[in-house]
């Protein structure tokens, strides 16, 4: 007989069961299981934490990485990492999931700022009724329609493509010679339909992140959104973030296939469910335009982003493209075009390029600052007649990843803290009003900000052990603030703030202020010059901005210049499906807009040290901050 | 225990082997065994003759076509028309194929006049070697390869397909940033090759008639054909010509699709050919231009024919056109482009086109005709400055069809016939000098020809059978002239001339001399101000033009006038396929030259009963004609 070479494997309390083959990982179970994983199941994130309730012998001994995430006493309660537990014995395990790293409803935000554009899509639809042929007038059928066409609307149209070629002498025909021709770019036909169907003209806009995708179908008769759609990125179980993704990606062709199929399966599934909602036939998108950073764009189109992952982070083009719907398989009209706007460099994607459509930043004739904060953050620069900008490594720390009790912005987290600088104790707010479960980005750094004012912390992030308090403390080796005592939350753990918390953070917002200051002293401009400072992507829209000056994350300026702009990405990524005029515009800009490699300046190490102080080793940068906290 | 419901069916001498179902005619199995036909298996042609020498019982009895076209005596001895011939009965049926129903190797003309043209080839390679990116040239790839082109090749290259894009950075960096790059029209980067593979770029011409496929595969490197290959066209079994495969197509979606594929099917057989004779890679073809009527260039892109069978016959589309290969299954590189040179109307197509460049009859400050003589022929009159065009269905008669012993030029054809005026005996000459077995067209008119200078018969083609000698003779109810003793032939038969056989040449030569005479009239010239007649197609370079013009089938001019252009449509294509400028060309010719529609012109019945006549009613036409015939 045989020997059974499987464990079958069943995550409590959904009772959800899986067969596992021995030699592999509980991560992929895990995932389906919704348990968190920030780092792509690679033992990085320390996240995927589970809890072994029976079959402990039957998985493999602790990782090195499991080590350092894992106390003692936890090992003995059976917690281990579902990406470093592998199955070595056949049989049957039990594992329970921590209420901590279970993934929450989150808070997608899929609106943002837009710029008002003039109506003028790429494809467009005329309804033609031509005179039948005679003898007298025996013109062929595609110059028949060409003639009508110039006499009607005054176009001048040279082409047809294979598709609508091969129809149009049965289509003509079987609807009288009365037919709607749709039409690329004033260019070429692309499709000829029977009757008038001028009115089912369909455009869909997507805007990949790297955690999000949020799709937009439009009518292109109005330019009016008729449906919202969102998701998580599928591609999250290879991969938390774009590096992972990239290595993941690189290893293999089939790997790069996988990613590929996965994130165009995905948005197949939101049109789908967009065209469900409004009883809108796919086939009538005859357009999809997509934004995203320069990995999920390359991963969209099946290109191997793998020299995106090191030095010099070059991307394969930065240019629009343009590629048939049915060349990469999006389920809309199979003639539909996939167009991507521009990218700027490899860590400055379309999404970027949408930023500035969407926020105008490139029309204005005055110093304004854009940011788009993210595990990559973009900072863009205007002068008032150019644009420059750079991309900054600031990590997943907003996201939650890295922080001990780090979580995204879903149900439970707490997004909003307050200090009582007199007795240290905190009151905080969470997502949905549930008990605390963990501390989300827009959490932390307002943590951090009321830590400096009420002096927990000094300038350096250090926490003043020194102070009396039994929220300050120090728990094996690790000094921390309690903001959420056991009993109060959901997990039964104490919530706090660790010092290296404190210090995740500081490297992120020094990455991003060190950015922001390299551009400004390129341009020569000072801060208090600065008319309007855009703050684009999701985190922004949960972030104190009083906050975020005070730990000096931005730069010190009225709150009444900050714009929270919102998932500009969509925004542009919509403009373009409804004005081709936008397109040209963002292939000038990316031509026009320069690009820091901040790694390459002379004076990034400095500026880097500088700002990693609270808010800044320069306080004059930021007086009004100084004026709060008074020195 | 179920019936056999087939028979099993050997033809003799060759004793192939076939499986017929009850239900079906012996005609496809007989199309294989290399039996003739010339009218598709519709019982038109009379063609498909074979004798049944075991299994009568198990066939249909005779159809009115069979009675038609077959002796009392013949079906005595077993004779049927295999495409009438249907299984009845289940069991063993032995066939021989008469040696006049045999298909023997037929001349296929391949070469023709050719102009000069300046090579300027659609698709061309360009080698590259580009820097490596570094932390201060970190441009992406395709705008590095686009930056280089410039400043190599002075190109300004804004477009690469996806294709190209996605082998683009493995690629560099596998050839350590030495490519050759594939650019379509100075445009689009088509693709991208490892190391410099200049040398390798090759382009295949194909000119597809409605008898005969002719393909050639070019080195666009330097403009030289590298190898010639035909074959016959794969169709025929659907239908001997164009009428025929219309109506085919027209009967359902599934018909059309066959046709098609066959063609495609055919055209990679020619490909498969040249490149396994010259042992290139089809890969290395990156270009294939197409030639052809309306109707075959139709079929080939899987287009309707359906309006081309019925007036006003429609073409879908009368400009040139290009298609990925991939579309329509063409085995050259996936990305390739097949382009088809425009058309003019439904009856003169893209080989009309191609003659007129191949001819330069479009450039000539003089007055010149140009005929290509076919089932259709297509007639382009220049009066030195402007072109019109006509077709005329002068029918298969000069291509054997509908002539009592008429074949092709193949083996054994009757091509040249003289006859001695004073005791009417003939001389003849066959193709390849075997025992005659038929008449082709160029035999039977020369043999027409003679016989009016011999005066065997009058003005109006009337054999006179006052004449007393052996050779005229009345037989069941047709009066003809023997051109062979059956003793001298191949066919044991007797091989003449009948007073129908010669009815259809006058019915063809004046359909052609129609279409002559009222071009001549819309321009006002008169034979005699002709500079050049061309005469192109197959069959034109066995005609003897002295005959031709004795019989009225081409203007009375001097034969240093006359020029056989050979295969021009074949010309045609290998210039558009090795300059771009040639196809700009074609373009604005069809679009300025004047297509007549014959059926459309008050005098065309009083003009075509005139050429009726031999040489034509009004004799001052034919001046030296007249003064041989001594009227
Ligand atoms: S450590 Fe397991 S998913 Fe990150
Ligand atoms: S009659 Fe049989 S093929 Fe023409």
């Known amino acids: 007989m045989k020997k059974i070479e499987e464990a079958e494997v069943i995550f409590q309390p959904l009772g959800?069961?899986?067969?596992?083959?021995?030699g592999e990982s509980l991560y992929l179970a895990a995932k389906a299981a919704n348990v968190e994983s920030l780092c792509g199941g690679r033992g990085l994130c320390g996240k995927c934490r589970i809890i072994i309730k029976e079959g402990k012998s039957l998985i493999s001994s602790p990782s090195v990485s499991e080590e350092k995430f894992l106390s003692k006493e936890e090992f003995i309660k059976g917690y281990r990492l579902a990406c470093q537990a592998v199955v070595v014995n056949a049989g049957k395990i039990i594992v329970e999931?921590?209420?901590?790293?279970?993934?929450?409803?989150?808070?997608?935000?899929?609106?943002?700022?837009?710029?008002?554009?003039?109506?003028?899509p790429y494809i467009k639809k005329y309804f033609l009724e031509v005179p039948s042929p005679t003898l007298k007038d025996f013109k062929p059928d595609f110059e028949r329609i060409i003639e009508a066409l110039k006499l009607k609307y005054d176009l001048n149209i040279r082409r047809i493509n294979y598709y609508a070629l091969k129809k149009l002498p049965m289509t003509l025909r079987s609807s009288e010679f009365k037919v709607t021709l749709v039409i690329k770019a004033e260019k070429e036909i692309i499709d000829v339909e029977e009757e008038n169907k001028e009115k089912e003209l369909y455009g869909f806009a997507v805007d990949i992140g790297t955690t999000k995708v949020a799709g937009y179908l439009m009518d292109l008769n109005n330019g009016k959104?008729?449906?919202?759609?969102?998701?998580?990125?599928?591609?999250?179980?290879?991969?938390?973030?774009?590096?992972?993704?990239?290595?993941?990606?690189?290893k293999n062709p089939l790997n790069l296939e996988a990613l590929?199929?996965?994130?165009?399966?995905g948005v197949n599934q939101l049109i789908k469910e967009a065209c469900d909602k409004t009883n809108i036939d796919s086939k009538s998108i005859y357009e999809l335009v997509i934004v995203g950073n320069t990995v999920m764009h390359?991963?969209?189109?099946?290109?191997?982003?793998?020299?995106?992952?090191?030095?010099?982070?070059?991307?394969?083009?930065?240019?629009?493209?343009?590629v048939k719907s049915k060349e990469i398989g999006v389920g809309i009209h199979p003639e539909a075009e996939v167009y991507s706007l521009p990218l700027i460099a490899g860590f400055v994607g379309a999404d970027a390029v949408a930023d500035i459509l969407a926020t105008e930043i490139y029309k204005l004739k005055e110093k304004a600052l854009l940011i788009d904060i993210g595990t990559n953050t973009e900072i863009i620069l205007s002068n008032g007649s150019k644009l420059i900008c750079c991309s900054t490594a600031s990590g997943p720390a907003f996201e939650g990843a890295h922080i001990t009790h780090g979580m995204r912005a879903a149900t439970g987290a707490i997004e909003k803290v307050w200090i009582n600088p007199e007795d240290l104790n905190p009151t905080y707010k969470t997502v949905d009003d549930e008990e605390p479960r963990g501390i989300c980005g827009s959490g932390?750094?307002?943590?951090?900000?009321?830590?400096?004012?009420?002096?927990?912390?000094?300038?350096?992030?250090?926490?003043?052990t020194e102070i009396n308090n039994s929220r300050i403390r120090k728990n094996n080796n690790t000094i921390e603030y309690v903001i959420a005592w056991k009993e109060e939350t959901a997990i039964n753990k104490d919530i706090t703030i660790t010092q290296k918390d404190i210090f995740?953070?500081?490297?992120?917002?020094?990455?991003?202020?060190?950015?922001?200051?390299?551009?400004?002293?390129?341009?020569?401009?000072?801060?208090?010059?600065?008319?309007?400072?855009?703050?684009?992507?999701?985190?922004?829209?949960?972030?104190n901005s009083e906050s975020a000056k005070t730990i000096g994350m931005i730069p010190d300026i009225p709150l009444n210049k900050i714009i929270f702009a919102g998932n500009t990405a969509g925004s542009g990524a919509r403009m373009a499906l409804t004005s081709k005029k936008i397109r040209d515009e963002a292939e000038n800009l990316v031509n026009e807009i320069k690009y820091i490699e901040l790694a390459a300046e002379p004076n990034f190490e400095h500026e880097f040290a500088s700002a990693l102080r609270l808010p800044h080793k320069n306080v004059n940068l930021f007086p009004s901050v100084r004026k709060i906290l008074n020195f």
């Open 16 to 22: 959800r069961r899986f067969i596992i083959p021995i």
């Open 97 to 120: 999931i921590p209420f901590e790293s279970r993934v929450g409803k989150q808070k997608l935000a899929v609106l943002g700022m837009e710029a008002k554009v003039e109506l003028n």
């Open 225 to 250: 959104v008729v449906a919202t759609v969102s998701m998580m990125n599928p591609q999250i179980p290879y991969g938390e973030d774009v590096i992972s993704r990239i290595s993941y990606a690189s």
């Open 260 to 265: 590929h199929k996965t994130i165009i399966d």
């Open 298 to 322: 390359h991963l969209f189109f099946n290109i191997n982003p793998k020299f995106l992952g090191s030095s010099p982070y070059v991307p394969t083009l930065k240019s629009s493209f343009y």
């Open 444 to 464: 932390i750094v307002d943590a951090i900000s009321e830590m400096l004012k009420a002096k927990i912390i000094d300038f350096n992030g250090r926490i003043k």
């Open 504 to 543: 995740e953070i500081q490297l992120a917002k020094a990455a991003i202020y060190t950015g922001i200051s390299i551009l400004m002293n390129k341009f020569n401009v000072e801060p208090k010059e600065l008319s309007k400072v855009f703050i684009a992507g999701a985190f922004g829209l949960y972030l």
